[in-house]
């Protein structure tokens, strides 16, 4: 047999007072706790947690520092590479020259990227040109 309406609505009717009835057992200063910035600080766990972040920033800054320095020093290479292939070896160094093969400026990165791609190329395959080149270099600077 179902419940009829009436029974159902009693039913229903008794779940607000349970839920009021509930907030009657609160004590007041129950949710009357205050937290500073010094009760976290003294927490040892968050002491930690902030002295990890602290130390993890760090070592990034560190290691975008040295790979600035590595990026530059390549490219200084690169460019040195560029101007003796340009000077004394204009034959082997012609398709690298300052424009493309559509005669539009290569973009100076890529431009970058290429000679240095260029260099390990010789550096296998060519090791005493490389050699010679690199002692060019020496000289020039």
Known sequence: MLPSQSQLFDTVNHIPSLLTSYDETIPEEAFQDQVSLSDIASDPV???SFAAAAIAIIILFVLKSVVTKMDEAVEKVA???????????????ERFMVEDGDGARIDEGDRIQMIVEQMEKYREEEPAFMERVMQDIDRMQ
Not at 79 to 93: A, E, G, H, I, S
Request: glycine share 0%; aromatic share 16%; proline share 6%.
């Open 46 to 48: 968050m002491q930690i």
């Open 79 to 93: 460019v040195d590479f560029d101007r003796v292939m340009t000077l004394k070896y204009p034959k082997k160094w």
